[in-house]
C-alpha cells in the first residue's frame, strides 16, 4: 500500500522554525517527485515547494530564502525545513507524489504561527 505520512508540525511564534517531515511507504520516494503543499482555511491549496527525482529544487516565491526541500534517501523521507516563520504561514502541511497518474497526498500537519 502506497502512503505518505507528515510529521513535525505544531505551533510556533514568529520568526520560529519547523521542520517537518514526509515519510513513504510502499514506494521509494527518490524515483518520483515530491511536493509540499499547505492549505489556509478558506484559501485553495498551493504548492510550497518541490525536489524532482533527480534532487532539482524549487520553492515558491512567498517562501523562497525561508523554506527548504530535502530528501534522505535511507530514510524514505523528505523534509521541509522552515525559518522565520510569519503568521501568514498557517496552514496544514501536505506531501504528495504523483504515480503512476495517481495523485497521493498525506493526511496532512497542522502549522500555527502565532505568538
Known amino acids: 500500500q502506497l502512503q505518505l505520512v507528515e510529521s513535525g508540525g505544531g505551533l510556533v511564534q514568529p520568526g520560529g522554525s519547523l521542520r517537518l517531515s514526509c515519510a513513504a511507504s510502499?514506494?521509494?520516494?527518490?524515483?518520483?517527485?515530491i511536493g509540499w503543499y499547505r492549505q489556509a482555511p478558506g484559501k485553495q491549496r498551493e504548492l510550497v515547494a518541490s525536489?524532482?527525482?533527480?534532487?532539482?529544487?524549487n520553492s515558491a516565491g512567498s517562501v523562497k530564502g525561508r523554506f527548504s526541500i530535502s530528501r534522505v534517501n535511507t530514510k524514505n523521507t523528505v523534509y521541509l525545513q522552515m525559518n522565520t516563520l510569519k503568521p501568514e504561514d498557517t496552514a496544514v502541511y501536505y506531501c504528495?507524489?504523483?504515480?503512476?497518474?495517481?495523485?497521493?497526498w498525506g493526511q496532512g500537519t497542522q502549522v500555527t504561527v502565532s505568538s
Open positions: 510502499g514506494f521509494n520516494l527518490d524515483y518520483y517527485g
Open positions: 504528495n507524489a504523483v504515480i503512476a497518474r495517481t495523485n497521493y
Open positions: 525536489i524532482t527525482r533527480g534532487g532539482t529544487t
